[in-house]
Nanobody
């Protein structure tokens, strides 16, 4: 069974950058697409970005296009989310999860990590 651990979150100012990591242990991580999601207080969990098993296909939410980049390193069993020009509205807990394909639907993913907090001050 694959287990995921997110890291790299923190408190930053608007305009700053962060790189989140989603590292897997156990299981066949290479066989899964990986999605990043976020959940702000009082809001539903929402799609941010996803990549397929090879890392060659990437999908982004419209609000993140041009600011966020998802990539994966199979040797390190890690998927990254590079976030640039952060805004206060990006403040949330960020989660990664696995699915067969790079879907945008939160309901199709499993093996969720515990999340990492990102806070962007204005």
């Amino acid at each position: 069974q694959v287990q995921l651990v997110e890291s790299g979150g923190g408190l930053v100012q608007a305009g700053d950058s962060l790189r989140l990591s989603c590292t897997a242990s156990g299981g066949a991580f290479r066989s899964y697409a990986v999605g990043w999601f976020r959940q702000a207080p009082g809001k539903e969990r929402e799609f941010v970005a996803a990549t397929d098993r090879s890392g060659g296909v990437t999908v982004y939410a419209d609000s993140e296009k041009g600011r966020f980049t998802i990539s994966r390193d199979h040797a390190k069993k890690t998927v990254y989310l590079q976030m640039n020009n952060l805004k206060p509205e990006d403040t949330a807990i960020y989660y990664c999860a696995l699915h067969r394909d790079p879907s945008t639907s939160v309901y199709q993913y499993a093996h969720w990590g515990q999340g990492t907090q990102v806070t962007v001050s204005s």
